[in-house]
């Protein structure tokens, strides 16, 4: 019966596709005030009886431009749109293949002249800075989101983490109506937005308050999306709730809600769940599944997402979140916007480890099993509170706080062996450790607008002051064999106490030399970081408590940081190119004093230059090059000067190097992007190279008994390579299918110059990962979108008693998804992973497949969705990793299979004036 039905619309869809008619419509616009070729005017073509975009184009350099398609209609509409002109209309027979027009001559726009803002209809408009999509030009799936809908606009694109780039840009900053929503994560906004809200999205490139507000150019190298909110959709409420419950005892639920009242706006988030997701996937379909391979973890086993954490760890984790948005004007001079948000967080891991340790002239190797579990609370909030004085007077002041509690409880067991099995040490460590932090930081921008060419005056003063307590109790047991035994034991308590102050003021002058083209900025610049570290360690007294002061372990610490820092910069700009170079010179004292040993206080000066300096070139609104390059100057770190020796782990005692250099950085960038929005396809490459002088890097000796000691030492001739080639290209087979392909690969040559046991070398490390990606969208019928990947890694070294080696890695990911029959959706995500370098004992190939079956009804904002995870059980985390000194294989807990029923409800009373439109919820 299903194959029946499946035939019966593939035969109405093909029929539908004989009637239509391909046309092709050619033109050249051209300006009436001076009679030349208009480039990156928008054309498209709409049907008659609904105003139904059919398909557009953007007009080349000359002018030009070409329009292809089919259609059953006998007519469409023509309509043609640029900045500053009136939009030009005409009904177009479609009589014959291919329909030219000639030329076409675009009238001055005299309602534009007198500023006067008129909405405009084109799917895609391209101004100076701005790229403005129409977001009701670009057909998605009824209840889509904001990120189903970027998906589809060109030049856009968003991996399964929802990470977005425009042209190869990535995106760091997403506004509502020109505010940040519930801080900087972008995918709480992109996930929980729905299409239906938005009017308009802006893409520009990203710029602080006090830089848009002075006309400067942004960052060209991230991009920032601005959603407009619809005028009638700017006054009511919206939001949706969901919940599900599954085997094993897993669940999740997570609700929304949304009050706007023009300026005024309200958000609420609340979300809960045990399978390792951050909470707020409401039932989708798709970004729903925590774990596996869809998470990314750092090593202490936290994860995060938009550098908000959500605590947890490597294994399973169960999370609460609430959080809390409000933004607002208050008359003309003064905005605001603030968030609070809490995450709570459980988690439990094991990991087991297997380490090939590679010396000069032998190996050793190292096998671990650690557990953990922790608690993690964290409080975050955030405020933006803009205060216009008058036209030319903008105060920009952003605080903002941390508070976070956690507790963890940790064991491992370590052992390491010789090339043939014999035990050589071996350690067993327990702790349990409670940590309470505190942070607050607050930003303030003064900016002084003198005319109107370019010329102002800004002060910047940036504060932070952190506190850090622990506690800490260990006991560790550590046995030393071979020809001098040692056996240590540890059973100590240490309370930490961590602080931080630190300020950063500047203040900038900049002049115009040509009015809105040429600049002088001269600035001074003063910071300061003192940082308190101070931890007392006690070991248990005759009567087993801790009373015992350990000097050893024992540390006080003051560490003073001061920089003052002269610079000067100029810059140009006009509508094909603009360039900049800048100067500073740093003055930079370092002080740190040991208040236990005071023959290890350290105070050191240093002087550097460093430089900035950019280019970029225009070739056209699509196009543009990018040409960098930057001398930066870094201290060496803290723990890297400390003379004393640190013995808390007795199997590594490291000692600190107080003649260490700075580093100094020279890096040269190289950036190409373009997007053909006449062809639908996009180009863009990125190269950059960086040389390091006086780096630092670690020396360890290893004695027979494979204890070390670690020293840091400068090293010169180290340089990185990393680049990357990118293209896209979108084909319309006709109004219902698409097919998009994207070919890439990144690549990367280092050079690293180290130390093993004393002995200097070099190694060189080769990788390459080329990718492919096929997506194949059939409108209401399917979704079809496999990618492929291989990454390559070799390593050479220029000593023969190191073996040169390399690494493979390939990775499949399947998604697909059929719309049929009505109101169903079902979708498949498979991941196939094969490591064939892994060790015996380690899992080298999996499957990692989920499957959702959704069913939507009450007029779609209801939805009830049965979701599989993992369905061959066969999800792994199991990854190897090298580098110089060392091979390792690890393998952590991960979320085992399961099944879950989940339910959502969606709700919205937006409407003009607050009227009442679907939901039945009043508006006051």
Avoid at 136 to 163: M, Q, R, Y
Avoid at 638 to 650: G, K, M
Wanted: with cysteine; net charge neutral; proline share 3%.
């Amino acid at each position: 019966m299903e194959k029946n039905f499946f035939y019966l619309v593939f035969l109405c869809v093909t029929l539908s596709f004989s009637q239509s008619k391909t046309f092709k419509i050619s033109g050249t616009l051209i300006s009436d005030d001076e009679n030349l070729p208009l480039e990156s005017a928008t054309v498209y073509i709409e049907r008659i009886k609904d105003s139904a975009l059919v398909n557009y184009t953007i007009t080349d350099k000359k002018g030009l431009f070409t329009l292809e398609d089919k259609t059953v209609d006998m007519q469409l509409n023509l309509l043609i749109s640029y900045v500053g002109y009136e939009t030009y209309s005409k009904t177009i027979k479609i009589d014959r293949p291919e329909i030219n027009l000639g030329k076409i001559i675009m009238q001055i726009d005299a309602n534009a002249l007198d500023e006067i803002v008129i909405k405009s209809r084109a799917p895609i408009t391209i101004k100076k800075d701005t790229l403005e999509f129409n977001v009701k030009s670009f057909k998605t799936k009824k209840d889509a989101n904001v990120e189903d809908l970027l998906k589809v606009l060109p030049g856009i694109e968003v991996d399964e983490e929802g990470v977005i780039t425009v042209n190869g840009r990535p995106v760091n900053r997403i506004l509502v109506n020109g505010k940040p929503f519930f801080g900087n994560d972008p995918t709480i906004t992109t996930r929980n937005l729905t299409k239906d809200v938005i009017e308009k999205i802006q893409v520009v490139d990203t710029k602080t308050k006090s830089q848009a507000f002075s006309g400067e150019e942004g960052d060209d190298e991230n991009k920032t999306i601005n959603l407009t909110i619809k005028e009638e959709n700017n006054k009511g409420v919206f939001g949706r709730a969901s919940a599900g419950t599954g085997t094993d005892e897993r669940y999740e639920f997570a609700g929304m809600f949304n009050r706007f009242d023009n300026d005024q706006r309200f958000s609420v988030l609340v979300g809960g769940n045990n399978i390792n997701s951050p909470g707020f996937s409401f039932g989708e379909i798709r970004k729903m599944f925590g774990g596996g391979n869809s998470m990314n973890f750092n090593g202490g086993g936290a994860f995060q997402i938009g550098g908000r954490s959500f605590g947890g760890g490597q294994g399973i984790t169960t999370s609460n979140n609430v959080g809390a948005n409000f933004a607002d004007k208050f008359g003309e001079k003064v905005d605001l916007s603030t968030d609070y948000f809490y995450s709570g967080s459980s988690s439990e891991n094991v990991t087991s480890t297997q380490r090939e340790n590679i010396l000069p002239d032998s190996r050793f190797f190292t096998n671990s099993e650690s557990r953990s579990f922790s608690d993690n609370d964290n409080h975050s909030a955030n405020m933006e509170f803009d205060m216009k004085i008058d036209s030319t007077f903008l105060i920009n002041i952003e605080p903002s706080f941390r508070h976070t509690r956690s507790k963890t409880v940790f064991s491992r067991d370590e052992d390491s062996r010789d090339e043939l099995n014999a035990l050589i040490n071996e350690s067993n460590t327990e702790s349990v450790v409670e940590t309470v932090g505190k942070n607050f930081t607050n930003d303030i921008q003064v900016t002084k607008r003198f005319g109107s060419n370019g010329a102002y005056l800004r002060l910047n003063i940036d504060n932070e002051i952190s506190s850090r307590e622990s506690d800490d109790f260990l006991f560790s047991k550590t046995d030393i064999y071979g020809d001098n035994p040692d056996e240590i034991i540890r059973d100590q308590f240490t309370r930490g106490n961590n602080k931080v102050n630190d300020l950063r003021t500047s203040i900038n002058y900049n002049i115009p030399l040509i009015a809105k083209e040429l600049f002088l900025n001269f600035g001074y610049g003063y910071s300061r970081n003192k940082q308190e570290d101070k931890q007392s360690t006690l070991d248990k007294d005759v009567n087993g408590d801790y009373t015992v002061f350990n000097t050893e372990l024992s540390t006080d610490f003051e560490y003073i940081n001061e920089i003052l820092t002269p610079e000067f910069s100029i810059r140009y700009r006009n509508k094909k190119w603009s360039a900049r170079f800048n100067t500073s010179y740093l003055f930079r004292n370092l002080e740190n004093k040991d208040l236990l040993r005071p023959e290890f206080t350290i105070k050191r000066k240093f002087e550097a230059v460093e430089l900035r300096s950019n280019f970029r070139y225009r070739f056209s609104p699509k196009s543009s090059i990018r040409i960098g390059y930057g001398l930066n100057n870094s201290p060496p770190q803290l723990r890297q000067l400390q003379a004393f020796q640190n013995v808390s782990n007795p199997l590594n005692t490291i000692v600190g190097n107080p003649n260490l250099e700075p580093t100094n950085n020279h890096r040269v960038d190289l950036s190409y992007n373009a997007f053909d929005f006449q062809k639908g396809t996009g180009f863009y490459s990125y190269f950059n190279v960086s040389f390091i002088n006086n780096q630092v890097v670690s020396n360890t000796t290893i004695d027979e008994n494979f204890v070390r000691e670690t020293t840091y030492s400068n090293v010169n001739g180290n340089y990185r390579i990393n680049g990357n080639l990118n293209y896209n290209k979108s084909v319309k087979l006709d109004s219902l299918r698409t097919l998009r392909l994207a070919i890439g690969i990144n690549g990367n040559k280092n050079r690293n110059i180290n130390y093993n046991n004393g002995v200097q070398y070099a190694s060189h490390i080769t990788g390459l990962s080329p990718s492919v990606n096929f997506m194949f969208t059939w409108k209401d019928v399917m979704e079809f979108m496999p990618r492929y990947q291989i990454n390559f890694t070799k390593n050479t070294f220029d000593i023969t008693s190191f073996e040169d080696r390399e690494f493979l890695f390939h990775s499949l990911h399947l998604s697909t998804a059929t719309f049929l029959p009505k109101h169903f959706e079902w979708r498949n995500e498979m991941q196939y992973n094969y490591n064939p370098n892994i060790a015996e004992g380690f899992q080298k190939s999996s499957w990692f497949w989920n499957a959702t079956l959704a069913y939507s009804f009450m007029k779609d904002k209801s939805t009830i969705t049965f979701k599989a995870y993992d369905l061959l059980n066969q999800n792994t985390n199991a990854r190897r990793t090298a580098n110089q000194n060392f091979i390792q294989d690890s393998q952590s807990t991960v979320l085992q299979q399961y099944f879950m029923l989940s339910f959502s409800w969606k709700f919205n009373s937006l409407g003009q004036k607050g009227e009442i439109r679907e939901g039945g919820f009043h508006v006051f």
